[in-house]
C-alpha cells in the first residue's frame, strides 16, 4: 500500500503564509497525479490544487495566485506553498495520491489511490 503523510497545517492571521508537505510511501512508486483537497465541516471535500504527470498543474479559482503547487520526485513529495492566506481558506487540507506501485505481495504493479490523515489550516485574528 502506498501511505501519505502531511505536515505544516497551523494557525495563522490573515494575510500570512503557510506550507504544507506530504510525502509518500512505498515501492518503487510512479505517480499519475498529486494533490490537495480541503473540506469545510458541513461541506463536500474540494480540490484546492492538482499536478498531473510532471508539470501540469490546475488550481480552484479562489485560491489562484495564492497558493503554488509543486513536487519532489525525487523525495515522492508534494507541497502546497499558501500566501495571503484569508479566513475562508479555513479547512482541514487532504492530500491525495495516485498512480501505480510494485506490491511485494502481490509480486506485481499494482494501482493506488491514497488519502492522507488531513491536516487543520485555521486563519484568524
Known amino acids: 500500500q502506498v501511505q501519505l503523510v502531511e505536515s505544516g497545517g497551523g494557525l495563522v492571521q490573515p494575510g500570512g503564509s503557510l506550507r504544507l508537505s506530504c510525502a509518500a510511501s512505498g515501492s518503487r512508486l510512479s505517480f499519475a497525479t498529486m494533490g490537495w483537497y480541503r473540506q469545510i465541516a458541513g461541506k463536500e471535500r474540494e480540490l484546492v490544487a492538482k499536478?498531473?504527470?510532471?508539470?501540469?498543474?490546475n488550481y480552484a479559482d479562489s485560491v489562484k495566485g495564492r497558493f503554488t503547487i509543486s513536487r519532489d520526485g525525487a523525495e515522492n513529495t508534494v507541497y502546497l506553498q499558501m500566501n495571503d492566506l484569508k479566513p475562508e481558506d479555513t479547512a482541514v487540507y487532504y492530500c491525495?495520491?495516485?498512480?501505480?506501485?510494485?506490491?511485494?505481495?502481490?509480486?506485481?504493479?499494482?494501482?493506488?489511490?491514497?488519502w492522507g490523515q488531513g491536516t487543520q489550516v485555521t486563519v484568524s485574528s
Open positions: 499536478i498531473t504527470g510532471a508539470v501540469s498543474s
Open positions: 491525495n495520491a495516485a498512480g501505480k506501485y510494485y506490491s511485494d505481495y502481490f509480486s506485481r504493479v499494482r494501482d493506488f489511490d491514497s
